[in-house]
């Protein structure tokens, strides 16, 4: 199903040609039929001789209303410039087909109405011939004209079998399973309540579908479906659409709204544009100018960052940075419009080349300039790998939907890249440096350039850890990936490929450089010597955790522990490591004989104090390997 405008000067009976070629007139409105002058966006239908189903969008020809015509022609696949044979090309008739032009509508044909009214053919002669003049330079250029006069019907086969031409040489609309629809018109029907309708792009959209109101994220459901007038089950990429939606009021929507599914779509504030000035643009554009961006159905106010030089001249392009009042959906390849705010004018436009930069950019950067370019007009394998390299760390269909490529070129594009090593794959569970030739959902693309500069910002986070705690065993893991700022499942995968290289050493929840150990000043082993001289004399009894502190410092302490050579059993009782296993063992021997044990038995088989045995026992409770019951206690797990 495919979509077409209807371009021209408002006396040049669009319309009438509307209504000759599908039986409905598109003027909605009372004052347009009382004025014959289209003033809002009209809507109408036919079928091709060839069966093929084509809406039809009537734009407003009025200069007062040219910005009514942006909102609603963005979504056509072929344009019908309709110019009155006894008029000949008029200015506006120019600035729709500079705006034809800077659209890049893909195909179309020029109408020459009201034949009927002229009767020197060498007249209409001379008017083919100023329009194919107008014509130079233009992506209509070439394209057929063809005589009509809409009030007597004659020629109006003519038109069906040029659209029906035009349409088969038009390119098939992208379907990246991402439904959008850019709202150009809400309505409440009585019974049904809020109707939105427009030109559905890129997906489909189905009955039930969970759907959200961008930018202002209202939420709703879909509740019907309508295409000329017909239900549908499912709206299909190109088609003009109408659609009910539930649990959305008509007070949380308006036209320039884009409805969609869920997640699929993030609003933006900055846009990195492309840009064309038209050649007989009154003015120059400066830095920091404000304008009037036209965006699919969407008005909105965009200053302009200029990109690289300090002015653009009619007829030069470059690049823009557009910051937006508010927020707008874009995808990379969009088509727009620039006006002057005041007064109106048509001064040029381009397409999008990334919907979400960064930042703001610094202006003559040279890096900056050719990221630029590639973005515009590199291969689909230049376009993946941008699209990885911003990402950082994206599933497939996240880097698709962002180049915005077709389903081949990205699957194209995705094996060249895996198979040079530019693209890394890191899925669950994976640590080897496999290309994989069949990759999960939840698998994750890597740019090399963004892992190299991930293993160094992580090795040199622990490395900086090790030198500002020497005397501990490793760093958190928890610690470090809070440092990294790192997605949470990437930073898993990732630490395990790092563990699995030997680049980092694991140890419990601890992370460290296989070359760091913990090492003591001969001053702090000579402490250290002389506490355990201590747990040698009195094994059983041995130092506080306060005297331990006082004696060798509270770090070296630290680490002693964390080493295991110090076992702390509570706040202030701790055992040498065999100590403990001695103490552990007999416990678990003295259980097994008598089967069970009170403290007071433990405090006299070991020759200590209650405070050590009693200690040691709640520490053993809490480790799972005895239980108590009342006073005396049983091992967990006799099998122990």
């Known amino acids: 199903m495919r979509v077409i405008g209807t371009a021209g000067h408002v006396d040049h009976g669009k319309s009438t040609l509307v209504e000759a070629l599908t039986g409905i007139h598109p003027d909605r409105l009372k004052e347009e039929r009382e004025r014959e002058m289209t003033i809002d966006l009209g809507f109408a239908w036919l079928t091709l001789p060839n069966g093929e189903e084509v809406g039809i969008v009537d734009v407003p020809g009025h200069r007062d209303f040219i910005e009514n015509m942006l909102s609603g022609i963005g979504g056509i696949d072929a344009a019908l410039l309709v110019i009155a044979a006894d008029e000949g090309i008029m200015p506006q008739t120019r600035e729709h087909l500079a705006i034809l032009d800077l659209l890049q509508v893909q195909s179309g044909f020029i109408v020459l109405n009201k034949i009927d009214l002229v ?28 005589r009509v006069s809409a009030r007597k019907r004659d020629g109006i086969q003519e038109v069906l079998q040029a659209l029906s031409a035009c349409l088969q040489e038009s390119p098939a ?17 009585q019974g049904f309540g809020t109707v939105v309708t427009g030109t559905l792009i890129d997906g489909q959209l189905k009955h039930g579908d969970e759907v959200v109101i961008l930018p202002r994220g209202s939420k709703g459901r879909v509740r019907g ?37 869920p997640n699929d779509y993030k609003p933006t504030g900055r846009l990195d544009v492309q840009f064309k000035l038209l050649s007989d643009a009154s003015k120059s554009i400066k830095h920091n ?14 200053r302009a960052r200029l990109m690289g030089v300090e002015e653009l001249k009619p007829g030069e392009e470059g690049w823009l940075q557009l910051e937006t009042t508010d927020k707008v959906v874009a995808v990379r390849n969009d088509r727009y419009i620039l006006r002057r705010l005041s007064p109106g004018e048509t001064l040029g436009g381009g397409y999008v080349i990334d919907p979400h930069p960064k930042g703001r950019h610094k202006r ?50 995705f094996d060249t890249l895996v198979e040079s090593g530019q693209v890394l794959i890191f899925q669950a569970g994976e640590v080897s440096d496999d290309n994989f030739t069949t990759i999960s959902k939840e698998a994750l693309l890597v740019g090399k350039v963004f892992w190299d500069q991930f293993q160094i910002k992580l090795l040199d986070a622990i490395g900086e850890y090790h030198q500002a705690n020497p005397l501990k065993r490793g760093m958190p893991k928890e610690e470090l990936k809070s440092r990294l700022r790192s997605l949470p499942r990437f930073y898993n995968i990732a630490l395990d490929k790092l563990v699995f290289h030997d680049l980092v050493k694991e140890d419990g929840p601890l992370v460290a ?71 552990v063992e007999g416990i678990k021997s003295l259980i097994r ?10 405090r006299d088989y070991f020759h200590t104090s209650r405070k050590y045995a009693l200690a040691l026992l709640e520490h053993l409770d809490s480790i799972g390997l005895t239980i108590r019951e009342g006073d005396t206690r049983h091992l967990r797990n006799p099998a122990n």
């Open 119 to 146: 009767d020197d053919g060498d007249w209409l002669d001379l008017v083919e011939e100023d329009i194919r003049q107008a014509l130079i330079g233009t992506i209509l250029e070439s394209a057929p004209i063809v």
């Open 593 to 602: 004989t008598n089967g069970e044990i009170t403290a007071a038995q433990v």
């Open 364 to 413: 003559f950067v040279p890096e900056t300039l050719q990221r630029f370019q590639t973005l515009a007009k590199g291969t689909p394998t230049e376009i993946f790998l941008q699209a990885v390299n911003h990402l950082g760390v994206a599933q497939y269909r996240e880097v698709v939907a962002r180049a915005s490529l077709d389903e081949l070129s990205a699957q194209q594009a």
């Open 225 to 261: 479906l309508q295409t000329h007038r017909q239900k549908e089950a499912v709206a299909v990429p190109g088609s003009r659409t109408a659609v009910n939606i539930s649990g959305v009021n008509l007070d949380d929507v308006m036209r320039g709204d884009v409805l969609a599914h």
């Open 289 to 302: 100018m404000s304008f009037k961006l036209f965006l699919g159905a969407t008005e909105v106010v965009a």
């Open 513 to 583: 450089l296989p070359s760091h150990h913990i090492k003591f000043s001969e001053q702090q082993q000579r402490q250290i010597d002389g506490l355990f001289t201590q747990f040698k004399t009195n094994e059983f009894s041995p130092p506080s955790v306060k005297e331990c502190q006082n004696q060798v410092g509270e770090q070296v302490y630290a680490a002693l522990v964390d080493m295991s050579l110090l076992i702390q059993v509570s706040a202030d009782v701790v055992f040498s490591q065999a100590g403990y296993e001695n103490m």
């Open 173 to 189: 609309r992208l379907d990246l399973g991402r439904p959008r629809l850019p709202i150009d018109r809400v309505f409440t029907i």
